[in-house]
């Protein structure tokens, strides 16, 4: 049987569709439906692992945790990574597939995709009751529609019954709502059944004229104002949610009271990679994490972090010519500093580049690890788990030194005689034979990791708090969180919140299936059985 289809459209970019996929996944998962996510094309440099070792965006990861099942490429067969330069990196079902130019990909190599698309859609629709499709940017961007295959044309290929959606925190939603229409063939307002207004913030009653009157114009029902959520630890979609260039330093009269916040500033580079990395990190009490591009911010800082890069030679350059390699290396010296995956390459003695997969020759590092990194054709993606090489931290003795996330990387890392290794891992996939990863410095204070996500793991996270704060004589943290409930709880309150606002009975109905109200109240989750 041929999974019901749901399909979320958006009037333009970060309206909040990932987001609400991924509150539906998790509503018809607590009806007890088996759902999958699925978006044909995604554009991000927010990536993540799946267990096979292959390489997806990092919304439809989330969306799949909120169904409780396990990722997979088929939820997403097309990432599409921006390298610069008007060309991106394109990945297909988790493997690197090529790269090329905006043009080229939208004349010619759609077309050559489609089949996968299909194939990837078909083989969760058969296994799956209910397949919730997210859309990409607006359905009408008339410039592209003719080779569009993420928003109408996906819908009519899946036959999904489309909610459009609308951010009225970014002002003129109703024409947005209205003008998405318009713009639409006849053929495709079909598939819209009705619309939804996200982001909401006041009096809902002041609205009301202005919903009733959008709804005579457009022919078209209002399921539902769903209102802003503060505070949801849940990952945002692409840079529009990265909260960077608002503020470029601490403030001058910085606390010097040993319970003070831990100072983390975090390098906003150019092509900036898997920010999510530092989600963990921003939702602890005794942290200010600040994404700064300033040499200000890093004499501030306690701990500086050179996060992932897209174009790791090219961020390099970069932060030369803006004079943050020397701001970072004299910080190194009194201080602490961490580098992650792309991050790491750069603290280290050089990167060479023979095959140009992002940038041709070989550039020197910050010399701040005993490491040399060579980029290779082959992209290495997977889940690792493991621990600390050494029970110290920034020369801190740590209890706790096991440690989990993925590997994304092009890079072959090769070390000087006598270098220190941060980790030893091995696959999740249950593989017996373990690698080293990463360096420390001689002195300590710096590390580097090819780890993505290593500060969501608890144990580890807040060893890394407690050890960078003894540094510093600062205090240990007063209040530790966990990451994992802060995220369940997350997606449960985004749930509930979304089936308080829409018109759940509709909707479930679109889809062919009965509605009955859930008695989980805020408390909600997975039915019995289903994966976490």
Known sequence: MRARALMVLGTSSHVGKSLLTAALCRIFAQHGHRVAPFKSQNMSLN???????????????????????APSVDMNPILIKPSGGNSSQVVVRGKIWGRVTAADYHQRRVEELLP???????ALAAEYDVVILEGAGSPAE????????????????????????????RGGVFASLLGTLELLEPREREFVRGFAINKFRGDASLLEPGVRMIEDRIQKPCLGVIPYLHSL???????????VGAQTQWTSDL???????????????????????????????SVS????????AIAQADVVIVPGSKQTVDDLLWMRSQGLDAAISEHAQTSLVVGICGGMQMLGETITDPLGMEHDGTVAGLCLLPIQTTMQADKVTRNVKGRMATATLFGQPVTDCQLSGYEIHIG?????????????????????????????????????????????????RHQFLHAARRFHWLSAPRELHLWKQLREDSLNRLAQAVEDALD?????????????????????????????
């Open 412 to 460: 072959l890392t090769s070390y000087q005689s006598g270098a220190t290794h941060f980790a030893v891992l091995s696959s999740e996939k249950g593989a017996s034979n373990t690698n080293r990863d990463g360096c420390v410095s001689i002195d300590t204070h710096v590390f580097g990791t090819y780890l993505h996500g290593i500060f969501d793991e608890d144990s580890f």
């Open 233 to 243: 630890v849940l990952e945002e979609e692409d840079s529009l949610g990265l909260p």
């Open 255 to 285: 606390d010097r009271s040993p319970h003070r916040r831990l100072r983390i500033a975090v390098i906003a580079l150019p092509s900036f990679s898997n920010f999510t990395d530092f989600d963990s990190l921003r939702s602890e009490p």
């Open 116 to 122: 996968i698309v299909r194939e990837s859609y078909n």
């Open 142 to 169: 008339i410039n592209l529609k003719q080779h569009d295959i993420v928003n109408m044309r996906m819908a009519e290929m899946a036959d999904a019954q489309c909610l459009l959606v609308g951010d009225i925190d």
């Open 47 to 69: 990536s993540a692992a799946t267990i096979e070792g292959l390489e997806i965006g990092r919304a439809q990861a989330l969306q799949a945790e909120a169904a409780g099942v």
């Open 504 to 532: 759940m009975e509709a909707i479930f109905d679109w889809v062919g299936l009965s509605y009955k109200r859930s008695a989980f109240g805020s408390d909600n989750h997975l039915p019995e059985g289903a994966a976490g």
């Open 289 to 296: 994490v600040l994404f700064c591009h300033t040499a200000e």
